[in-house]
């Protein structure tokens, strides 16, 4: 299998004295180490991430439960056994007593770490590198790109964070969304009758308004933040779903009173969000992948009616790329120029939201009505 390597994240310059293959094979016989211990409680199931196969095993009932409510709804469905599938591993060092084998690393003497700190966490690999390993707050994770597998150890699920429990394995599960040809895009998506809508915009802009209005309402929801974009043979493209969680300040959240008794308050003084878990509430419209059929940006307005006009393919693009690109480890040029070719062929419209939250998803209905997609 040929596997697509031109992604963009930070690289240490102390690789070529750093062995990613021993690294690897001493998390993955700490992992079936914890497997072994006694009283050991080995959640396992099945999942479908881009259309593929997914085995997911877990050691340790804590970690099981802030690990697994944002892919609730992608486990145990109907996938492709036929592609190539994904193995995600990970067990609780204090649950198992099992330590890290990787607490500390040493690269040409005890005082040097090929470990790099950037905004997901610390890194170290290549975008050449088969092996790339993270750390970020408690967890480590690896992920070996040949044979598609994922092991991670965390410390302290307790003490996980917002962002850990809402978008978890996120940096080492979007690498592996690119090298299947699926990259990971910044962008929500919703869908009536099968119907996808991509939400495009920075972060602000009303994304995850649009997204949550429209859930509410009866729309299936795929993301308000991340959704996987995939070009098909007919020259279409599908979106996929990542995590079905989202986040609400205190504010934002009191627009949505029936989300209220889901949410999960940070415990730290920077976590100043809620976070939503939504399939408890909707899982019946929690579907993993849609055609996408046009592009919506939204953008707060101070008008009382929510409105659509005309969007420009320059405009759309622009909306999609510069975040999507520079904060995510994208594959540059190429998911660039297939952000470029799912705008040029699909209708774009800007989406001017009004105070009346039901007019979102009325106006969204009446939009594919137009386009002949009701």
């Known amino acids: 299998m040929r596997i697509e390597r031109s992604l963009t994240f930070r690289t240490p310059s102390l690789l070529d004295a750093f062995d990613g293959s021993r690294a690897f094979e001493r998390m993955r016989a700490s992992f079936e180490e914890a497997c072994k211990k006694d009283l050991a409680i080995v959640w396992h199931s099945s999942a479908v991430f881009a259309g593929r196969f997914a085995q997911i095993r877990i050691v340790g009932t804590r970690l099981v439960k802030q690990m697994t409510p944002a892919i609730q709804h992608l486990l145990s469905v109907k996938a492709n056994t036929s592609l190539t599938g994904l193995k995600i591993d990970f067990w609780e060092e204090n649950e198992t007593g099992i330590a890290c084998p990787l607490e500390s690393v040493e690269v040409n003497g005890p005082e040097r770490t090929p470990w790099r700190q950037g905004e997901w966490g610390f890194t170290v690999g290549s975008c050449e590198d088969r092996f790339i390993g993270r750390r970020r707050l408690g967890m480590d994770m690896w992920l070996d790109r040949e044979d598609q597998h994922i092991i991670g150890c965390a410390r302290d699920p307790e003490r996980f964070s917002l962002l850990e429990r809402g978008n978890p394995v996120r940096f080492p599960l979007f690498l592996w969304h690119g090298d299947q040809g699926a990259e990971v895009i910044h962008a929500g998506l919703v869908s009536r009758r099968g119907h996808g809508i991509l939400l495009a915009g920075r972060g602000g802009v009303g994304k995850t308004t649009v997204a949550l209005a429209s859930l509410a309402r009866g729309f299936d929801y795929l993301g308000d933040d991340y959704v996987a974009l995939q070009p098909m043979d007919d020259g279409s493209f599908a979106g ?97 120029a297939r952000m470029a070719r799912l705008v040029d062929q699909l209708p774009c419209f800007w989406l001017e939201l009004g105070a009346d939250l039901p007019m979102v998803p009325d106006s969204l209905d009446s939009l594919l009505s137009e386009l002949s997609l009701s």
């Open 240 to 336: 996929h779903s990542l995590y079905s969680s989202a986040w609400l300040t205190d504010s934002h959240l009191s627009r949505f009173p029936s989300l209220i008794p889901n949410a999960a308050r940070g415990t730290r003084p920077d976590q100043n969000r809620n976070l939503i878990f939504l399939y408890s509430g909707f899982a019946d419209r929690l579907p993993c992948s849609v055609p996408i059929r046009v592009v919506v940006l939204p953008r707060v307005s101070d008008g009382s009616f929510t409105r659509f006009r005309a969007a420009s393919k320059r405009e759309a693009l622009l909306a999609l790329a510069p975040t999507s690109i520079l904060n995510l480890p994208s594959t540059g040029s190429r998911t660039l």
